[in-house]
């Protein structure tokens, strides 16, 4: 039986460092709150965005390649990237209940009407923004996110610090992104040994 609430403790979440970099920022945050390592935020863009050399910045590969490439990274830290679409609400807060931290994507026209900002860019381009899912509550029936693109400066977040959301814009926001979810996890290949690792 699912219990009814249960909130993921969070430390030193990341930010995105430009727009549409919200992908690598929620990478960086479940590895550092996953797992007992550190990568930098630098290696994961390289890894999954392609270089502007003009503007000296990186624009987000498609989420097919996105996802490879990540993959490729992180297989030498022995981290199987998992990606699955059409989940269930009931999925999500097992996979919260396991200690992983989902990252989810959410409709990008939904969410931001929901927090009351227009998006930045084209919504036809800009369809979906992740955000890492880190608790629920059933009888509040909200769910409790860490959104890389909000402005905050603490070093570790409890639950009044939480973006809530309820239920119903969220499943109907992450919905219109085909339920989708990745989660990061400890791979079973006991052989490999993981590099001493940047921070």
């Known amino acids: 039986m699912i219990p009814r609430s249960h909130v993921l403790g969070l430390k030193n979440p990341s930010h995105q460092q430009q727009p549409m970099m919200c992908i690598p920022a929620c990478v960086k945050t479940v590895i550092d709150n996953q797992f007992n390592f550190k990568i930098s935020l630098r290696k994961i863009i390289e890894a999954t965005g392609d270089r502007l050399e003009k503007y000296n910045a990186y624009v987000p590969k498609g989420l097919d390649d996105m996802q490879s490439s990540l993959k490729k990274l992180l297989d030498s830290y022995v981290i199987d ?11 999500l807060l097992e996979r919260i ?5 989902p990252i989810v994507f959410l409709n990008s026209e939904e969410y931001y009407r929901y927090k009351g900002v227009k998006v930045k860019g084209d919504p036809q381009v800009i369809e979906s923004h992740a955000v890492v899912a880190i608790g629920y509550d059933e009888d509040k029936e909200e769910f409790y996110i860490w959104d890389p ?13 939480m973006r809530k959301i309820d239920y119903k814009t969220f499943l109907f926001a992450w919905g219109k992104s085909k339920s989708r979810m990745i989660c990061l996890t400890q791979s ?3 052989t490999k ?3 001493y690792l940047d921070k």
């Open 81 to 91: 990237v998992a990606e699955e679409v059409n989940v269930s609400k009931n999925k």
């Open 97 to 101: 209940l396991s200690g992983c931290y």
């Open 149 to 161: 693109g909000d402005n905050a400066d603490k070093k570790s977040y409890g639950y009044k610090d």
């Open 188 to 190: 079973s290949k006991q």
């Open 193 to 195: 040994i993981a590099p």
